[in-house]
C-alpha cells in the first residue's frame, strides 16, 4: 500500500508570494492532518481535516489554510509569505489510529 | 495543560550498546502515547504506540516503550544500538484535542 504522498518535495518562494502544498493520504484514510516542523519551534500542528471538513485547527494566523477534497487529497495554502514560515510540512493521514506522515514538502521562503 | 517533555536535546551511545530515550508527559488522564523516528531529510516513522493495557510496548527495530503512570514517562529503550538507529527520536502525546503534541525531541548519535 502506498504511503502518504506530499508534492513537491522543495519550494522556493519570495516573501509576499503564496504557495500551495498537496498531499495524498493512504488509500482508505479519511483524516489529514498538517504540522509545521522547525528548528526553533519543533513541530506544531496546524489543521486536520475529515471527510472535507476541518475538525481541528491549530494555533497559526489566517494566512495559512487547507483543505480537503472528496477523495480525501489535502492542499495547505500559505498566503503572503514570511520568512519565518521557511519550514518542513509534514502531512499525516490516519485512519481512527496513529498519524502516517509523508516525508514532508520543504519551504524556503527568501 | 498538555505538554511533553523530552529532557536530553543529544545523546550519543556505542554501536550494540544499550539506550534509553526520556519522555515525561503532563496530562490530567491516561493519554495516547508515541514514539516516532526522523532519518534526515524525511517524515517521521511510527515505532510504537500505547493506548491501554499492557504498559510494555514492542515496537518496530527492536524498539520497546514502558508506561509509567506514577512517573507521568514513557521512555524508549532499545538493548542494542544498530549505527542505522542514528536519528532524531520524537515522543508524541494524544489528549483530549485529538491532536498529537510533540516533545522537542532527542537526537542520537550512534558510533562505531
Known amino acids: 500500500k502506498a504511503g502518504v504522498t506530499q508534492t513537491p518535495r522543495y519550494l522556493i518562494k519570495t516573501r509576499g508570494q503564496q504557495v500551495t502544498l498537496s498531499c495524498s493520504p493512504i488509500?482508505?484514510?479519511?483524516?489529514v492532518s498538517w504540522y509545521q516542523q522547525t528548528p526553533g519551534q519543533g513541530l506544531q500542528f496546524l489543521f486536520e481535516?475529515?471527510?472535507?471538513?476541518?475538525?481541528n485547527k491549530g494555533n497559526f494566523p489566517g494566512r495559512f489554510s487547507g483543505r480537503q477534497f472528496s477523495n480525501s487529497r489535502s492542499e495547505m495554502n500559505v498566503s503572503t509569505l514570511e520568512l519565518g514560515d521557511s519550514a518542513l510540512y509534514l502531512c499525516?493521514?490516519?485512519?481512527?489510529?496513529?498519524?502516517?506522515f509523508g516525508n514532508g514538502t520543504r519551504l524556503t521562503v527568501t | 495543560a498538555q505538554s511533553v517533555t523530552q529532557p536530553d536535546i543529544h545523546i550519543t551511545v556505542s554501536e550494540g550498546a544499550s539506550l534509553e530515550l526520556r519522555c515525561n508527559y503532563s496530562?490530567?488522564?491516561?493519554?495516547?502515547l508515541f514514539w516516532y523516528v526522523q532519518s534526515p531529510g524525511q517524515g517521521l516513522q511510527l515505532l510504537l504506540k500505547?493506548?491501554?493495557?499492557?504498559?510494555l510496548v514492542q515496537g518496530i527495530k527492536g524498539f520497546e516503550a514502558e508506561f509509567k503512570r506514577s512517573q507521568s514517562s514513557f521512555n524508549l529503550r532499545k538493548p542494542s544500538v544498530h549505527w542505522s538507529d542514528a536519528a532524531e527520536y520524537f515522543c508524541?502525546?494524544?489528549?483530549?484535542?485529538?491532536?498529537?503534541?510533540f516533545g522537542t525531541g532527542t537526537r542520537l548519535q550512534v558510533f562505531p
Open positions: 499525516a493521514s490516519s485512519l481512527e489510529g496513529p498519524l502516517h
Open positions: 488509500s482508505g484514510h479519511r483524516s
Open positions: 481535516y475529515f471527510s472535507e471538513t476541518q475538525r
Open positions: 496530562y490530567g488522564a491516561t493519554p495516547y
Open positions: 500505547y493506548f491501554s493495557g499492557d504498559t
Open positions: 508524541a502525546l494524544e489528549g483530549n484535542t485529538d491532536k498529537l503534541i
